[in-house]
């Protein structure tokens, strides 16, 4: 929920799929929500993106298959133009290199038709506060990687003794409140060995430090 001159006020959302009976559904499951409303519906990423740049738009649910763009092209093509808003993808097909795909080009998530209206709600609002969802099959792929490649010896030693609890916690699912409470230092104390790891792992964001964190074994998968 944003808030407008004090009054919250339900985000606005994008659906994008090219088939009518699909769009029609996720907004049948998210009008339903007080704090959700579906305010544009297109049919193809090139009508997403530019609908998107005209803005007042809060959160995109783009298909992955899509004629004339793809939703990974358009989730592409908008990181490009540095648009703030957030993407979730939805997709029929369970194929990790798709989700792989959708993380990196900045979506929040990544959600599978055939539950969309057991996760999409909570997936939303994960987006709006700026958190990543992944569907349960999602966090099976990501181990499934981490038993492929197997483990390392562990933590790069490049990381200091403070930034290996720091990212632990993350990887464990802690905010950043909560990590400077465990440790018992200020909140932009652990933003600043936060932007440390990102920069010295070469990551971008919490899902690449939880990876990371299990393939060194400094977590269990």
Same mark, same amino acid.
């Given at each position: ?18 088939? !009518? ?5 996720? &907004?049948?499951?998210? %009008? ?12 193809? *990423?090139?009508? /997403? ?8 738009? %809060? +959160? ?11 939703? +990974? ?12 808003? #957030? ?37 939303? =609002?994960?987006?709006? &506060? ?9 966090? !099976?792929? @990501?181990?499934?990687?981490?038993? /492929?490649?197997?483990?390392?010896? *562990? ?8 930034? #290996? ?17 465990? @440790? ?12 440390? @790891? @990102?920069?010295?792992? *070469?990551?971008?964001?919490? +899902?690449?430090?939880? =990876?990371? !964190?299990?393939?060194? *074994?400094?977590?269990? !998968?």
């Amino acid at each position: 929920m944003r808030h407008q001159d004090g009054k919250a006020v339900p985000a606005r959302v994008l659906i994008a799929d090219d088939h !009518a009976v699909v769009r029609s559904g996720v &907004r049948l499951i998210l %009008d339903a929500q007080p704090d959700l409303r579906v305010v544009a519906e297109v049919d193809d *990423g090139f009508a /997403a993106v530019e609908r998107i740049m005209a803005g007042d738009i %809060d +959160l995109a649910v783009l298909d992955i298959s899509m004629p004339r763009m793809t939703g +990974l092209q358009a989730a592409r093509e908008l990181a490009r133009r540095g648009t703030e808003v #957030q993407m979730l993808m939805l997709s029929m097909h369970d194929n990790e290199q798709y989700l792989f795909e959708a993380l990196k080009h900045g979506a929040s998530g990544y959600v599978h038709k055939a539950v969309a209206d057991r996760d999409l709600i909570e997936a939303c =609002r994960a987006a709006l &506060r700026g958190e990543s969802f992944l569907y349960p099959g999602a966090v !099976a792929t @990501l181990i499934r990687e981490h038993l /492929a490649r197997g483990r390392s010896d *562990g933590v790069d030693t490049l990381l200091t003794p403070r930034e #290996q609890e720091v990212l632990k916690l993350i990887a464990e699912g802690h905010s950043g409140k909560e990590i400077a409470e465990l @440790l018992v230092v200020s909140p932009k104390t652990v933003e600043r060995h936060r932007a440390n @790891l @990102l920069d010295k792992l *070469g990551m971008k964001d919490r +899902l690449e430090l939880a =990876r990371y !964190a299990i393939r060194t *074994g400094l977590i269990e !998968a």
